[in-house]
């Protein structure tokens, strides 16, 4: 069975940092997608990031491109999100995702973690 287990949320002022951490337990495949969403009060839900192992190919929303890096840790099934400079309209529950491949993730990723609460102040 396929575990998410998202950490690192938490509350930061404005141009701050934070990195979130989603380990993947019960994934035995070589070639998987993995990344975040994210979804605020009163608003849809938005595709933040997203990195698929085998041919490491990258996926940014505008708002969070080049401010966000996804990377990961193949050995230990793990991907950060990497989030710098901060803004206030960043806040929001974050949830990492993952599928099998980016067909299968594109009509919406099979496997969810808890989310885990990102705070920017002003």
């Known amino acids: 069975q396929v575990q998410l287990v998202e950490s690192g949320g938490g509350s930061v002022q404005a141009g701050g940092s934070l990195r979130l951490s989603c380990a993947a337990s019960?994934?035995?495949?070589?070639?998987?997608?993995m990344g975040w969403f994210r979804q605020a009060p009163g608003k849809e839900r938005e595709g933040v990031a997203r990195i698929c192992i085998g041919d490491s190919s990258t996926y940014y929303a505008a708002s969070v491109k080049g401010r966000f890096t996804i990377s990961p840790d193949n050995a230990k099934n793990t991907v950060y999100l990497q989030m710098n400079s901060l803004k206030p309209e960043d806040t929001a529950m974050y949830y990492c995702?993952?599928?099998?491949?980016?067909?299968?993730?594109?009509?919406?990723?099979?496997?969810w973690g808890q989310g885990t609460q990102v705070t920017v102040s002003s």
């Open positions: 995702a993952a599928d099998l491949s980016l067909r299968t993730w594109l009509r919406g990723p099979k496997y």
């Open positions: 019960g994934f035995t495949y070589s070639s998987y997608c």
